[in-house]
């Protein structure tokens, strides 16, 4: 036998977990008050408090209901534009408002309804999966909620207030910028959003740390829920989609603001370098809204067929499949630019690729369907095959489009509205609509109605194909979209008003789902249960803690094939049956194979998250329409407010190693590269870098259209000296902070007196480093050029790292002065590392490629 041979030797927590599996489950009584503890500790506040809230299901079901009412209030906005199109010549709406109309409703329905949807069935759905107590990290799950709900409420306000955004969900500039769009409409749109993808982000953290790190003991990545593995790949997506129209934003805003030529072709800036950042997050938005929905088909399929998901390999590979391809498609929306035809011909054969995974999961959803004896034609199972028969339609239009020749010819018509819609609809509302039918047993006290859902799912599913499958004639026959009304000559007359009727009937059906919720869904108190049979672990008995202990789990439907898990998980037999530490807990796993590794302490209801949610909000709100010291005080309270929620954080192992069950120790502290929280400082370090990807693409793609005057005649490159002298101090406070880390190992032994010594010599460091940057550009004009432009965005996501270095820098003497940061509780400054050594290294690069690059060329 060779030495590859040979079985992989354990480390300590498997062959502890090895051990333990042998004493459960655990048979012997459970200590009396032990489950009356765990309930008072995960009891939800009552009265006021209960918005400080923190338990998955609560927030998660607020996030489902918010979304949905966005849904509701895009679809009356719809219903309106409707309305203007039934007729030629219609003057219920003028042009001004129709463009505000439109604008809104795709935005809505896109950055208010659509990504945070699924995101919220995330936060209310994986901890029930996997088994755990909560999402790592509650409080950012809620604080995004927060951030969203009412940041979003503000913005679709904006109507009523005369200054919603009209240029577009798209807002492509030039139209956009402060030339043709000089009032506050399209800044609404810039900054209004800024908080939401702030929301996004938050939400995707919590969800790659938790698919990763909370899952059930023995819940290897080969048994995940086939949702587990469509959210991982949909916050993948997020996290290096999103910077791109984060970086969008702010380089629009700066043009508005401070007129900054980043599109200004006349200035040498470009107006497809808006574009090509916008699709590149725009095109896998389609994707990332569609892969969580697919995930919930898979996970609803089996139950529907009562079979074990049919190509379960398969279907994960799809799902990353499409994560990857998604984002060789951006330029499938710029055919008609005039980019290069070997451009085109790439981008046209990944539009054509990604339909392959898409049709593996639908091939794999049909052979599971096959093996069924007898399928149950309940509400969800209609809203399923629903989505597989609009969903596909809409695929066949979009491998259509896909064809450059007939893209050139259906652009900008209602042929790409009907895709669209198709797609949408398809993908990602019907597929949800089956969810929450399906689910809302698991946190409601009733279910909803058989009867009222089956109307709701026939009036939708007709009108759906009334309103848009005729759309693809409209659009045949010339009608272009985003215009507010048409002439008689036009002859689509009756089909704009067939599709009015249909958008109607849409409507009707969305109310009579509106009215099954109102009149059923009940939230807190003892669930309706498991009335679909599911197999998965979210069927579990639960309570406001989830499951009363945490299985072994070893297959993909624990449920079917371990029929008594649901009685011995109730009686407390399996890991973690109470509050062993007087506090919220969950377990933490390894990554791959799910091996406990610690206990991490749960935050629980705070109202700190809630001012910081508000301070977001209102800061960008306030910015929108230039209230500068009303956006100045928003501010401080939403950074007080994280330094607030962040004090009651990193407390160090106050509590020995506690016994989770079958006698399996573990401690409740961990710092290092098994600490859950550095995972999601990882997680933000690639947002970040991803940011400053986005922002070198955009240097180089300027200067690729004007090679010649980069930087322009009489401007001159950044000041080498000072940018090697900046460098220079960016570099030396990472190699002190890297010092103060050693100092902090001695600190139990020792004074703290050289970490802080350290540790504000880094900071000083760090800010010399900050100025040198202004000396290193002190004689480029921003304004000028989109030469200097592009160059001084460096410094300023470089000022935005420093004063986030700073902030916590600051926190962290203040937490070391309090002898609450030493040699073991070192989580936070373990954390603040991973940001300094990016931002230092984000700094250098930007510097190099600002000093250097132009004398290169």
């Known amino acids: 036998m060779s030495a590859k041979d040979l079985p992989e030797p354990l480390d300590e927590n498997e062959r502890a977990f090895e051990a333990a599996l042998k004493n459960l489950p655990d048979r012997t009584p459970r200590p009396e008050g032990e489950l009356e503890e765990l309930e008072r500790v995960w009891a939800k506040p009552k009265g006021w408090r209960t918005l400080t809230v923190v338990n998955n299901d609560y927030v998660g079901s607020w996030y489902v209901g918010a979304s949905l009412m966005f849904f509701v209030l895009a679809g009356i906005l719809a219903l309106i534009m409707r309305v203007q199109l039934a007729a030629p010549l219609a003057d219920i709406v003028g042009p001004e408002t129709y463009n505000q109309l439109f604008t809104m409703h795709g935005t809505i329905m896109m950055f208010l ?26 409080r950012l799950s809620a604080f995004a909620f927060w951030a969203y709900f009412i940041g979003g409420t503000a913005f679709f306000l904006s109507l009523f207030w005369g200054v919603a ?44 740390v938790g698919c990763l790190k909370t899952r059930a003991p023995g819940m290897t990545l080969d048994k995940l829920p086939i949702f587990g593995w469509a959210m991982l790949v949909f916050a993948g997506m997020i996290i290096v989609g999103f910077p791109a129209i984060i970086l969008g934003t702010i380089l629009l805003e700066l043009e508005r603001a401070f007129h900054w030529p980043f599109f200004i072709a006349e200035a040498g800036g470009d107006p497809l370098l808006w574009q090509h950042l916008f699709w590149f997050f725009g095109h896998p938005e389609v994707y990332i809204i569609f892969l969580p929905a697919a995930g919930l088909v898979s996970m609803m399929i089996p139950t529907i067929a009562r079979a074990k998901l049919v190509g379960y390999n398969m279907v994960v590979l799809a799902l990353v499949a499409t994560g ?67 969903f596909t339609m809409g695929g066949l239009t979009g491998v259509m489009l896909g064809l450059v020749p007939f893209d050139w010819q259906a652009h900008d018509t209602y042929f790409i509205v009907a895709h669209l819609h198709y797609v949408l609809i398809g993908g990602m509302v019907f597929p949800l609509f089956a969810a929450i039918y399906y689910w809302t047993p698991m946190v409601s006290q009733n279910a909803l109605s058989e009867r009222l859902g089956k109307w709701a799912f026939w009036l939708m599913f007709s009108g759906t194909h009334i309103t848009f499958f005729i759309m693809h004639y409209t659009g045949l026959q010339g009608m272009p979209r985003r215009v507010y009304t048409y002439l008689p000559a036009q002859d689509v007359s009756s089909v704009n008003l067939i599709s009015t009727v249909g958008a109607f009937t849409i409507a009707a059906g969305v109310a009579v789902f509106v009215f099954d919720m109102l009149r059923n869904f009940r939230l807190g108190g003892e669930n309706a249960g498991n009335v679909y049979d599911g197999g998965t672990l979210e069927w579990l008995p639960q309570g406001d803690y989830c499951a009363r202990s945490i299985p072994v789990v070893d297959s993909t439907q624990p449920l079917w094939d371990r029929p008594e898990l649901a009685s011995e998980v109730k009686a407390g037999q399996w890991f973690l049956p109470g509050a062993l530490t007087g506090r919220r807990e969950t377990i933490v796993t390894s990554p791959i194979k799910a091996i406990p590794q610690y206990l991490v302490i749960i935050p629980g209801p705070s109202i700190w998250h809630v001012l910081a949610a508000i301070g977001t909000a209102g800061f960008f709100l306030s ?5 500068v010291w009303v956006a100045a005080a928003f501010g401080i309270l939403g950074i007080g407010a994280v330094l607030r929620w962040m004090s009651e954080m990193d407390k160090g192992p106050d509590h020995p190693p506690v016994d989770v069950g079958g006698g399996m120790m573990l401690p409740v502290y961990m710092t290092g590269p098994k600490s859950h929280a550095i995972w999601a400082m990882w997680v933000l370090v690639i947002v970040f870098g991803m940011i400053f990807a986005c922002q070198i693409f955009s240097y180089l793609f300027l200067w690729s259209g004007q090679p010649d005057a980069w930087p322009p005649a009489g401007t001159g490159a950044a000041a080498t000296f000072p940018a090697v002298l900046s460098i220079a101090a960016y570099a030396g406070s990472f190699l002190l902070m890297i010092a103060a880390g050693r100092a902090l190992s001695r600190v139990p032994e020792q004074a703290p007196g050289r970490f802080l010594m350290l540790l504000l010599t880094a900071i000083a460091a760090l800010l010399a480093g900050f100025g040198g ?32 270095l700073f902030l916590w820098g600051a926190f962290l003497v203040w937490r070391t002065r309090r002898g609450m940061t030493d040699g073991v509780r070192r989580l936070s400054f373990d954390c603040i590392l991973v940001l300094w050594g990016f931002a230092a290294a984000q700094a250098s690069i930007s510097l190099t490629i600002s000093a250097f690059f132009p004398l290169l060329i």
Do not use: C
């Open 165 to 208: 955004p009209d240029g577009g969900w798209f807002m492509n500039p030039p139209y956009t910028s402060y030339i043709f769009s000089p009032g506050v409409n399209a800044d609404f749109w810039l900054l209004g959003i800024g908080f939401i993808e702030i929301s996004a982000i938050a939400g995707a953290i919590e969800i790659v």
């Open 113 to 138: 309804f659509a990504v945070p949807a699924v995101e919220a069935m995330g936060v209310l759905l994986l901890p029930q999966m996997f088994a755990a107590r909560d999402l790592p990290f509650p």
């Open 324 to 390: 990857f391809i998604s984002f060789g498609v951006w330029a499938h929306h710029m055919f008609t630019t005039g980019i290069p035809d070997l451009s085109l011909s790439f981008f046209s054969a990944a539009s054509m690729a990604v339909s392959i995974p898409a049709g593996v999961q639908v091939f794999a959803w049909i052979a599971t369907l096959m093996l069924a004896r007898k399928i149950r034609f309940n509400v969800p199972t209609l809203f399923v095959f629903g989505f597989l028969v609009i």
């Open 623 to 627: 910015l929108t329409v230039k209230l």
């Open 773 to 804: 940057e202004f000396a290193a550009y002190g004689h480029i004009d921003p304004t000028a050029s989109g030469f200097g432009a592009t160059s001084w965005t460096f410094t300023v996501l470089n000022g935005l790292q420093v004063a986030t």
